[in-house]
């Protein structure tokens, strides 16, 4: 690519960062990246009353923790600063006065009241799309005055051009266009001086130099109101690309409001999720690879990144999926990076205490060694656990079909024997016990192990089974055998 690759990602700060803008991000960071060019964060914080005061900071070391590291933003700053909207309201009012005085904007005077009953006249005679109807665009300079003169308010609105025909290359959706006839005059900067997106996003995209644009496919009718003032000044307009829609399992439109899904990045890094499997997951949420392969590193995405391959269909958030690379990525870390995913978990649970002694500590090591391989994030080693640290267990439906065994009684009480009699009481000490036990009663497979593994944890599956019984302790699970025993 010749052309000297920019992009950015331009956040409001009025809340947490959303899976939906962590995605626009990553794609943004990776095409970025795949050509050696520059990653922009850019503040677009004009929304004043919705601004909140973590906003910035959450955006910011979210992205990083996800391994999205930008190049220019207000922290590092950049030849093309500042990279906060609200610190480049001259410029946004230089470029207005400039339209204002070529005839391509002008004032409007029309009160919120007088605007509203225009939509409500335009609905009810049946018009689907209420659009401004042009009461100020023909004001004569003289009028303009008398209106100043009077001290009204006004804000400045875009003369949309009569017949205009607006084309893109779309990088995901290919040729699209607009007609200028479908658009009224839209406002370009409020009433309190505040420039509106549509005007500031296209003045920051040409001084910043931006030469690519992915976006969510929400913002695909706000393009040509934005190539509108492109042209307006003879500047080049970025390409775009036009991401489609995150959707849920039923296949609807992803909303804040969904409860069926986590939503913001900061709960997934709570929770013990790892930065590297969604930095993965997100990038094959509406790109795919070449190739069946599924788990890649850093460095093999953005080798790999091809905007040709983002998808045209909606991308399903498949939380299984994610859950599942996630322990793909858990199951290759050391046991230290294990134990430090996990422990403060326990320890926020109260199960254990920050103040361990080395006996206790290596007992907790142990367990948490235990359940490496089927860890889907840290906090789940709670509920993984939650046997080894209560006295009494609770039964399933499917537990108490395996506890009704005929064989149960006869199986405990030769195993409650074998354990009593263990002097050393560790995992192949057990497995020899269990094995004894099947010698003795003549009962093997699911007709031995299941009742073993439920009558010891009050699960069906876990952990390797002699492990599991070594840490729960030979008093404790004597104690529950015998309550089996006949």
Not at 7 to 19: D, K, N
Not at 247 to 271: A, G, M, P, W
Request: one cysteine or more; proline letters at 4%; a negative charge.
């Amino acid at each position: 690519m010749t052309q000297e690759v920019r992009v950015r990602y331009a956040p409001s700060p009025t809340g947490q960062l959303h899976i939906g803008g962590a995605r626009t991000a990553l794609f943004n960071y990776l095409f970025a990246r795949h050509y050696d060019g520059k990653f922009i964060v850019r503040i677009e914080d004009t929304d004043t009353a919705r601004n909140i005061e973590s906003g910035e900071l959450s955006q910011l070391e979210n992205l990083t923790w996800l391994g999205i590291h930008h190049d220019e933003s207000i922290d590092i700053g950049g030849e093309y600063g500042p990279y906060r909207q609200m610190e480049r309201l001259d410029l946004y009012k230089k470029y207005a006065d400039e339209m204002l005085e070529n005839g391509h904007a002008y004032k409007c005077f029309c009160t919120p009241e007088e605007l509203e009953a225009k939509r409500d006249a335009q609905k009810e005679a049946g018009i689907a799309a209420p659009m401004y109807d042009g009461t100020c665009r023909h004001l004569t300079a003289e009028q303009v005055a008398e209106n100043e003169e009077a001290g009204k308010s006004y804000n400045i609105r875009m003369r949309v051009p009569a017949d205009v025909t607006y084309t893109i290359d779309d990088l995901v959706r290919g040729e699209v266009t607009f007609e200028s006839k479908d658009i009224g005059d839209w406002v370009m900067v409020k009433t309190n001086g505040i420039p509106t997106y549509n005007f500031a996003v296209v003045v920051d995209d040409h001084l910043m130099k931006i030469s690519h644009v992915f976006r969510g496919e929400e913002h695909l009718t706000n393009t040509p109101k934005q190539l509108m003032v492109f042209d307006v000044f003879g500047w080049d307009h970025p390409r775009f690309g036009h991401m489609t829609l995150i959707v849920n399992e039923e296949r609807k439109k992803l909303s804040k409001r969904d409860e069926s899904i986590i939503q913001f990045i900061t709960q997934y890094k709570d929770l013990g999720y790892l930065p590297e499997a969604m930095f993965n997951f997100f990038a094959l949420l509406g790109w795919s690879p070449v190739g069946e392969e599924e788990i890649f590193s850093h460095d093999e995405l953005v080798k790999q990144f091809d905007e040709s391959r983002l998808s045209k269909s909606p991308s399903m958030f498949d939380t299984d999926k994610l859950t599942w690379m996630n322990n793909q990525y858990i199951k290759k870390l050391s046991l230290e990076e294990v134990i430090e995913l996990t422990l403060p978990h326990l320890q926020a649970a109260g199960l254990v205490s920050e103040n361990m002694s080395t006996e206790e500590q290596a007992w907790v090591h142990d367990l948490i060694a235990l359940y490496q391989g089927q860890l889907s994030f840290g906090a789940e080693i709670v509920e993984l656990s939650a046997q080894f640290f209560h006295d009494t267990l609770e039964y399933d439906e499917t537990a108490s079909e395996i506890l009704a065994g005929e064989q149960v009684p006869e199986v405990m009480t030769s195993l409650k024997k074998q354990l009593e009699e263990l002097e050393s009481f560790d995992a192949p000490s057990i497995k020899a016990a269990i094995k004894a036990v099947q010698k003795e009663t003549g009962h093997k497979g699911k007709n031995l192990f299941m009742p073993v593994r439920v009558v010891a944890t009050g699960e069906t599956s876990g952990p390797e089974l002699p492990d599991a019984i070594a840490l729960i302790g030979k008093e404790k699970i004597i104690q529950r055998v015998g309550k089996f025993a006949k």
